[in-house]
């Protein structure tokens, strides 16, 4: 079935700031700029300040929610489900897992590449996966767990480049790009907790995904910005590298700003781009599917990955190719994106109809996936 100009649209959209996402939080990142006081420039190394931008982004989709919803009631016939009501608060325990796990992530991205900071945040379903099975009581399926396996692989083929490329780069040094590497997968981890929190207590509450990504930005966004009080006053040694060698200095962010304003303008690229990539996401999947929305997010990495070498931010490494490679795959038999294809070969159709049998919630697995994944973006 051909896509019509706004199916077409939507997942131009998706893809186009997917992408523009990662790629204007690394562009912040090369700036360097003077700070508050008289002395050389240094790198825009503001990991929280950055985090903060994404989740107003987030919290931008509650106005959109809203503004769709007092839309949809004027119309004739209402057709939008705004979601039964429930207690925001339900909300603060995996904002508050997405605020930590987006904050590595940023500091991350500080010390590795940017292909690198998409490709390895594919290991979310080996531990979303690991932790369905322990807390929900789900049962994966064989190809499953062949993905979280061919994952794993994918994983170390791509922390492998990222070792070899690391020798001579000018830009990061190879024990930062392996400790970002680290950070990244360990952000995983509270990414996947994220997930199997609002499945297990949120979404069983019907709550529309605009208004679940709106509430959870919300929650991180003021959170987090008052966090960067006493963020200042820590001293954390060489681990940071703003001047005053504090965990987040954002007086200093902001006077950079003023000195570069273009790195203004990358942080607003990433706070749009969320907010917009996450309207899009949701779209996706109402006027297409819910693999559809996968398959673009696995080609977001593609394009990421081809942009970042077109600019000269990295180097072409044939072992980031295989790693991709195997990530797609890997994802691809977790997401069951392989079932259609054996569903035409006759000899094939027995086997996926028997795997689908195996689990029976994969329709509601697909659904509670695809909502928790409009959060935790960067």
């Known amino acids: 079935m051909a896509w019509t100009k706004y199916q077409l649209f939507l997942a131009g959209l998706m893809l186009t700031t997917g992408s523009i996402n990662t790629l204007s939080a690394k562009w912040a990142d090369m700036f360097s700029a003077r700070g508050c006081h008289d002395g050389p420039d240094h790198g825009f190394a503001h990991p929280f300040v950055q985090a903060v931008g994404m989740f107003l982004g987030e919290f931008s989709c509650l106005a959109v929610f809203y503004i769709l919803l007092c839309h949809d ?41 940017a292909s690198s900071f998409q490709m390895l945040r594919g290991a979310v379903i080996i531990f979303t996966g690991l ?69 297990k207590f949120v979404y069983k509450h019907d709550v529309h995904p605009l208004r679940a990504v709106g509430t959870e930005g919300f929650f991180g966004f003021f959170v987090l910005s008052l966090l960067l009080i006493p963020m200042y006053f820590i001293h954390v040694g060489d681990f940071s590298n703003n001047p005053r060698h504090v965990l987040e200095d954002a007086l200093d962010a902001f006077c950079q700003i003023g000195h570069q304003p273009l790195i203004l303008l990358a942080l607003l690229g990433n706070t749009v781009s969320i907010a917009f990539f996450n309207f899009a996401g949701i779209s996706v999947t109402k006027e297409i599917s819910a693999t559809t929305r996968m398959v673009l997010d696995s080609l ?53 109809n028997t795997e689908e049998e195996s689990s029976p919630g994969e329709r509601e697995r697909l659904l509670n996936d ?9």
């Open 131 to 199: 932790l369905s099975v322990a807390f929900l009581g789900r049962r994966l399926a064989a190809s499953q767990w062949l993905g979280i396996m061919i994952t794993i692989l994918g994983l170390v083929i791509v922390g492998l480049a990222d070792f070899f490329s690391g020798h001579g780069d000018d830009t990061h040094k190879l024990s930062d790009v392996i400790t970002g590497d680290l950070l990244i997968i360990m952000a995983q981890v509270i990414v996947s907790v994220q997930m199997v929190l609002e499945e």
């Open 370 to 378: 695809d909502k928790a994944q409009t959060g935790g973006e960067s």
């Open 73 to 113: 009631r004027r119309s004739p016939v209402p057709r939008m489900n705004p979601g039964q009501s429930f207690n925001p608060l339900l909300f603060l325990p995996p904002a508050m897992c997405d605020m930590t796990a987006t904050s590595i992530m940023y500091v991350a991205l500080n010390m590795t590449s």
């Open 300 to 352: 977001r990495t593609l394009v990421i990955w081809v942009v970042s070498l077109a600019l000269g931010w990295e180097q072409f490494h044939g072992l980031q190719v295989l790693g991709f490679l195997v990530l797609l795959v890997g994802t691809a038999l977790y997401n069951g994106l392989h079932r259609p294809l054996l569903a035409r070969i006759p000899c094939c159709a027995g086997m996926v």
